[in-house]
């Protein structure tokens, strides 16, 4: 069961090299910090799914809404699922009431649970050697979801891909539509795991999209950008994310805390 997330790391923007503490812009001084929580999002930043979610989707907006190719025209990276379903109902002139939310989660939690299994997904690079490496810190942080996966569905994930018992908390997209909300909640969530004195500049999001550092902006937080999923490398130094890097290989988590 999740309740909130912890433990920030301080990995580094990384081009090529496996060192962590790389200042991203020049002239720009990082103090050490106690890393005391990261918070994660699931798709393309610990995951691939090889499309069973967008088909899990697909399939719910035609068995249970009779609209075919109905996520065809809809971006899905770094929002959350009831604004992707909100959109869904917006363009197909559909009454975006508690009952079709529900009915639309009720059938896409079963379809995703059947898909994944039909799926080839995989864990994204360097995701277990980063986790491990965090977890053996002399004080290692606590691990959080900051997600637009409703609570069901990233379980789903996570429990496919055995990762559910490495998060104690998170935010989810069933707690709020809005994802730098999410934020907010994970934050506030990790005070009452951690204690009231975390601060935000002791929390790193880790995520693939431009959302998820803006997320991470909005509260305050660090931001590990990882170009493993919804947006290019290039992409994600346009939004000026603490740190950045092409996969999770290329961090190392000895220094973290330091």
Same mark, same amino acid.
Request: with cysteine.
């Given at each position: 069961?999740?309740a909130?997330?912890?433990?920030p ?9 496996l ?19 990261? $918070? ?11 499309? +069973? /979610? @967008?088909q899990? *989707?697909e399939?719910?907006f ?11 025209a ?10 992707i379903?909100r ?11 508690r009952?079709n ?10 379809l $995703? ?11 994204c +690079? /360097? @995701?277990?050697? *980063? ?15 900051l997600t637009?996966?409703?609570r ?5 994930k996570?429990?496919?891909f055995?990762?559910m ?19 907010? $909640? ?37 931001s590990?950008?990882v170009?493993t999923?919804?947006?290019?490398h ?7 994310p ?17």
């Open positions: 069961m999740f909130a997330i912890s433990g790391v301080i990995p580094s923007f990384i081009a090529k090299t060192q962590v503490v790389v200042a991203i812009r020049p002239g720009r001084r990082h103090n050490a910090r106690v890393v005391r929580l990261v $918070l994660f999002d699931i798709d393309g930043t610990l995951i691939h799914t090889k499309g +069973a /979610g @967008v899990a *989707f399939r719910t035609a068995c249970e809404f009779h609209v075919a190719e109905g996520a065809g809809i971006p899905f990276a770094g929002r959350t699922d009831p604004s379903v959109e869904f109902f917006q363009q197909h002139a559909l009454e975006p009431s009952e939310f529900q009915r639309f989660f009720d059938s896409y939690v079963f $995703l649970d059947y898909l994944l299994c039909k799926t080839e997904g995989e864990i +690079a /360097g @995701v277990w050697n *980063f986790i491990n490496g965090l977890q053996a810190l002399p004080q290692p942080p606590r691990l959080g979801l637009g996966n409703i069901l569905g990233a379980e789903i996570l429990r496919h055995q990762f018992d490495y998060f104690c908390l998170g935010a989810f997209g069933d707690d709020h539509e809005d994802r730098n909300q999410l934020a907010h $909640l994970a934050l506030a969530r990790g005070r009452r795991v951690i204690g009231p004195d975390l601060t935000a500049d002791q929390v790193i999001v880790v995520g693939d999209t431009p959302l998820d550092i803006a997320c991470a902006k909005a509260v305050g937080a660090q590990l950008a170009a999923g919804g947006a290019s290039e992409q994600l130094a346009a939004h000026q603490t740190w950045l890097c092409h996969d999770l290989r290329e961090i190392a988590v000895d220094r973290i805390g330091q």
